[in-house]
Structures are given as structure tokens and as C-alpha cells.
């Protein structure tokens, strides 16, 4: 049962313009939020995080933002870069330990 | 600061051969975490050790697949006998312990079986 999911397998952007990877998870008991970036034969990177007592999180260029209603996050990226294209992953933990992952979305920024 | 060090980053097997994975975490971290991920899918879980002490290996399939972390730093991870849906990548992590929010990945290891 997957508890994470990232419907959007791949995802283009123009660079310049905003890229929004989304994410849905199904355990209302999920308390702690990541997001990861994975270039090819690298392992994942952790990019930013959010934990439940908040709605938004920025980092520079990157925002992540939490539904928790809706059992919903996202990441936004804003201006996206060529260096951008990688898969995300977002994750999602309940008791601080164990992280259960999405699919990964693929991003290509166009120059 | 060297990363998470994984060896070897390929491996190619027949089924019903032995295979093993070795990781060498960043200094310092005592919490080790060995990861399997399938084409088109995020990692998965399949043991998380504290030290020497393996605290959840809930999800790993114990018939064919064992781990250890003798002396609370590097660790190995074994499949025998490899079967053909074992060919995936295996990574590891590490992280401070209590830090599971910020877990280091290494490149993993690119496991076919034929």
C-alpha cells in the first residue's frame, strides 16, 4: 500500500518559469515532510523539509507547501534552472524514524 | 567531508548466485540505514541500525536477505541465493542518531540478476 504518492511521473518547465511538483500521502499520522533531489547514478539529496505544525517552508528558490486537510504538499521552485532537471521525491514520516517514499516526479527545465 | 561510500556501484549476477553490498557511513554517524529501490520507484526500507544494534528490520525479507554492522560502523548487506526481482538499486544511508530527518544517501549499487 503505497502511503506516498506522486501521481505526476515527469514534469516539463520552461526555464524562468515556476515548477510545481506535488504530492499526496494517505497516514494522517505523518508528522515530518521531505523533499529529496536525485540527479542519475547519484544517491538522493535532501532539498528542504516541513513538519506538520507548519503550512509553508522557503529555502531560496524553493518552497514547500502543506494541505494538511487535504493530506496534500508541494514543492515549488521559482525561477526554475536547467540544473533543476532531476527526480524528486517526496517522504513522509510519522514517528521520526522510518520514512516512507513517493515515486519520484522527473523535472526537465527547457533553457 | 567524505559522503556515504557504497561498493560496488554495479553488480551483475545469475539468479540463485550469493551477492553482497558494503557501505561505509559518514564518520561520526551512528545510524545506518540500507535502502532498496526499484526502477520507477522511491526507496524503500530494509534496516535501520543504531550502532551495532539492528532496530527495525521489519521490512527485510529475512528467507534470503541477512545484514550486519559488527562493529557499529561499516555494514554489509547479503542476498542468498539472489533471485531475478532483486535487481534493483540498493542504497545506504547514514545520519546522526535521533537526526532521521537528515540521512546522507550514498550513490548505491546497481544490482542485476540474470
Known amino acids: 500500500d503505497q502511503q506516498v504518492k506522486q501521481n505526476s511521473p515527469s514534469l516539463s518547465v520552461q526555464e524562468g518559469r515556476i515548477s510545481i511538483l506535488n504530492c499526496d500521502y494517505t497516514?494522517?499520522?505523518?508528522?515530518?515532510f521531505l523533499w529529496y533531489k536525485k540527479y542519475p547514478a547519484e544517491g538522493p539529496t535532501f532539498l528542504i523539509s516541513i513538519s506538520s505544525i507548519k503550512d509553508k517552508n522557503e529555502d531560496g528558490r524553493f518552497t514547500v507547501f502543506l494541505n494538511k486537510s487535504a493530506k496534500h504538499l508541494s514543492l515549488h521552485i521559482v525561477p526554475s534552472q536547467p540544473g533543476d532537471s532531476a527526480v524528486y521525491f517526496c517522504?513522509?514520516?510519522?514517528?521520526?524514524?522510518?520514512?516512507?517514499f513517493g515515486t519520484g516526479t522527473s523535472l526537465t527545465v527547457i533553457p | 567531508e567524505a559522503g556515504v561510500v557504497q561498493s560496488p556501484r554495479y553488480k551483475i549476477i545469475e539468479k540463485k548466485q550469493p551477492v553482497a553490498f558494503w557501505c561505509n557511513p559518514i564518520?561520526?554517524?551512528?545510524?545506518l540505514y540500507w535502502y532498496l529501490q526499484n526502477l520507477g520507484q522511491g526507496p524503500e526500507l530494509l534496516i535501520r541500525y543504531e550502532n551495532e544494534e539492528a532496530v527495525d528490520d521489519s521490512q527485510l525479507p529475512k528467507d534470503r536477505f541477512s545484514a550486519e554492522r559488527l562493529k557499529g560502523v561499516d555494514s554489509t548487506l547479503k542476498i542468498q541465493p539472489a533471485e531475478l526481482g532483486d535487481s534493483a538499486v540498493y542504497l545506504c544511508a547514514s545520519s546522526l542518531i535521533g537526526r532521521d530527518n537528515e540521512q546522507f544517501f550514498g550513490p548505491g549499487t546497481r544490482l542485476t540478476v540474470l
Open positions: 564518520s561520526g554517524h551512528n545510524t
Open positions: 497516514n494522517s499520522m505523518f508528522d515530518y
Open positions: 517522504a513522509a514520516s510519522y514517528t521520526g524514524n522510518q520514512f516512507y
